[in-house]
């Protein structure tokens, strides 16, 4: 019966000064569940960021759905969904709901869901993480303090696609803040990492286009000139594309150099 599965439970809310709102539907039971509705209710930042430890099971989420990302399966996750669609939409609309969420403590319970085994937990923290560091300098600093490029690291070889695009992104975000991030990103390795996603088999276009920014970003000062050092790693690591390469895939023409020689890269 649906009496131990817990009770389906339908949540609308206007967040943020720009009212912007939102949904959540789904089916849980017991005293978590009931401390997530309030917190959703009187948007008590404090109250989710307390929730995303918790285990309690969440048995179905009708919504909100995302594109590639696990449903949540605890409640805590489902505080985590919350917490990415206020870094979303809602910011969108009203900025400072960015670093109104890093206030309540977000960072370090997001980036011990990084370290864990249930996929839910990693792609939520992600998301959240991408979203919650994107234009935003004083959140980016925050989470590379927090001590988040490694952790973010081992998500560029994930076998989801919209993973690694996210965990490449959400590294870019951070390190754009302080050019010593990206010292430090590129001396743990990770600009391989970002060439490594370059992989042409990739039939998602728009995950591929966000490769390409991402190398861009890493190879490229602030004001759009390449850092010679950085761009003669990522050749290293085989990113010179080809001309047949972009004429197969235009997206990749930014990075195509005067001397790019006429076979490919991208071939089997």
Partial sequence: GSAGRGMRRRLMGSFGRGQTSIAVEYVSGGQAAED???????QDLE???RLLPSEDPVHLLVEP??????DPQTIGALAGVLIALLASVVASEDPDMKT???????AQPLLQYLGCEEDDRVHVAV????????????????????????LLMRHLAAPVPGLRGAAASTLRHVCVADEAFCEEFVSLGGLQGIVEQLDASLDHDELLLEV????EDFTHDRFGH???????LAVLHGAAPTRADV??????????????????????
């Fill in 47 to 49: 109250e989710l960021v």
């Fill in 247 to 268: 004429e197969r895939l235009p997206q990749l023409a930014p990075l195509l150099s005067e001397d790019a020689p006429e076979a490919t890269f991208l071939e089997d």
């Fill in 212 to 215: 390409v920014w991402n190398l």
């Fill in 65 to 70: 759905k995302h594109s590639w990302a696990e």
């Fill in 127 to 150: 998301v959240a993480l991408s979203y919650l560091a994107d234009d935003c300098l004083q959140n980016a600093v925050a989470i590379h303090d927090a001590g988040a490029l490694p």
């Fill in 100 to 106: 109104r969420i890093m206030s309540a403590g977000a």
């Fill in 226 to 232: 390449p850092t010679e050092r950085y761009a003669a």
């Fill in 36 to 42: 997530f509705d309030r917190a959703f209710e009187s």
